[in-house]
Every structure is written in structure tokens, then in C-alpha cells.
């Protein structure tokens, strides 16, 4: 059974740096075309790619974020962290880690209920 | 990478058939046959429904079909069901760059 979960801060303040986590079970990310990828959704907004990491260590970013973004994998732990930098309230939204199987053309098949992170002072 | 371009609604009433569109450019979804489409009830995550333009994960109904056309692609339900209505998202992989569209209701009347 396949399962991933976000944790990390609820609330954070402007400035301060992200760090989430996502725990996964089920699947190893030492498996050809495995990958575990970050998604986020301000509230009532659009869902937003942010970063992936892949089963050979290979990481992705989205452009827009890029210099702020840092993603990471412990195989060993079946975890995967995403910093996030300079918080400002428009980072405000749910976080959601997610999975791909079989490469990246095969979509993120299974996800984390998401966290919400609030940016606030 | 720039978003992808989905009608912000769209509605059926039951039993109907309904298509939502999601336009990218010739780079991302006209280059790759790697489209994906979710769907997301209210305060929960994101479901695969389609990927790979077409097909469908296990237990996806096949009232849900994929299809592609140049720099657009499609995501039809059929024979809409009340719990067919929520958002529905494209994503497109794109050579190292994942990409959402704006996303759709779609309203069941």
C-alpha cells in the first residue's frame, strides 16, 4: 500500500526558511523511475509544480522558484525535504508531496493529504 | 514554463457528456505525449484520472477519456455522475519542467 504525508510547520513568518518533509511507504525511490514531487496550492488557486527528485538523484525545479528551492531524498529513511527560502505571504497555501512510478511521463499517481502552510507575522 | 489554459467552468447535467480543454504550446503538450489530468474534490488532494494523454490508472472509470490535437488536449466525461463534479487540472511534463493548467469546475446540473 501506497502512502506519502507532509509534515512540517503550520505557520511560518516572512523571511524564515520551509522545510517540509514527506514520508513515504509502500515504494522505494532507489527504483528505476521512481520520483517524489512537490506540488502547491494557494488557496482557492490553481495547483503549482514546484520541484521533483528522481530515483538517481536527479532534481528539478521550477524556474520561477528555482534560486529559492532546495529538494533532497534519505532513501534510507523513505523521506523527501523541500526548503523553501525567503517566505513571503503569497508562499501561503496547502503543500503536497506526490509520486511518480514509471518515469516521468506517467503522472503523479499517488499523493499526501497536503499541509497547510500560512505565512504570517 | 507557462501555464496551461483550461475554461475555468464547465457543466452537464447528468448522464451527459461533457469535454474540458487544456491548451499548452508546441514545447510542452505538442511535444510530448505526456498530459495528465486530475481531478480534486473540495479540501481533498488530487486524483490521476488520465496520463500519458489517454490512459487510465487502475479503477478510473472509463467514463473518463484522453485525447490530444496539436498543442491541445481533452479530457471527456461521459455519462456524468453527481460525483463527477470538482476541479479538474492538466499537467504536462515538458523535458525537465512539470506544468498545471488553471484548472476547471466542472458543475453537475
Known amino acids: 500500500q501506497v502512502t506519502l504525508r507532509e509534515s512540517g510547520p503550520a505557520l511560518v513568518k516572512p523571511t524564515q526558511t520551509l522545510t517540509l518533509t514527506c514520508t513515504f511507504s509502500?515504494?522505494?525511490?532507489?527504483?528505476?523511475?521512481?520520483?517524489v514531487g512537490w506540488i502547491r496550492q494557494p488557496p482557492g488557486k490553481a495547483l503549482e509544480w514546484l520541484a521533483l527528485i528522481d530515483w538517481d538523484d536527479d532534481k528539478y525545479y521550477t524556474t520561477s522558484l528555482k534560486t529559492r528551492l532546495t529538494v533532497s531524498k534519505d532513501t534510507s529513511k523513505n523521506q523527501v525535504v523541500l526548503t523553501m527560502t525567503n517566505m513571503d505571504p503569497v508562499d501561503t497555501g496547502t503543500y503536497y508531496c506526490a509520486r511518480i512510478s514509471s518515469g516521468y511521463t506517467h503522472g503523479f499517481d499517488y499523493w499526501g493529504q497536503g499541509t497547510l502552510v500560512t505565512v504570517s507575522s | 514554463q507557462s501555464a496551461l489554459t483550461q475554461p475555468p467552468s464547465a457543466s452537464g447535467s447528468p448522464g451527459q457528456s461533457v469535454t474540458i480543454s487544456c491548451t499548452g504550446t508546441?514545447?510542452?503538450?505538442?511535444?510530448?505525449?505526456?498530459v495528465s489530468w486530475y481531478q480534486q474534490h473540495p479540501g481533498k488532494a488530487p486524483k490521476l484520472m488520465i496520463y500519458?494523454?489517454?490512459k487510465r490508472p487502475s479503477g478510473v472509470p472509463d467514463r473518463f477519456s484522453g485525447s490530444k490535437s496539436g498543442n491541445t488536449a481533452s479530457l471527456t466525461v461521459s455519462g456524468l455522475q453527481a460525483e463527477d463534479e470538482a476541479d479538474y487540472y492538466c499537467?504536462?511534463?515538458?523535458?525537465?519542467?512539470?506544468?498545471f493548467g488553471g484548472g476547471t469546475k466542472l458543475t453537475v446540473l
Open positions: 500519458e494523454v489517454s
Open positions: 509502500g515504494f522505494s525511490l532507489s527504483t528505476s523511475g521512481m520520483c
Open positions: 508546441s514545447s510542452g503538450i505538442g511535444g510530448y505525449d505526456s
Open positions: 499537467s504536462s511534463y515538458a523535458g525537465s519542467n512539470w506544468v
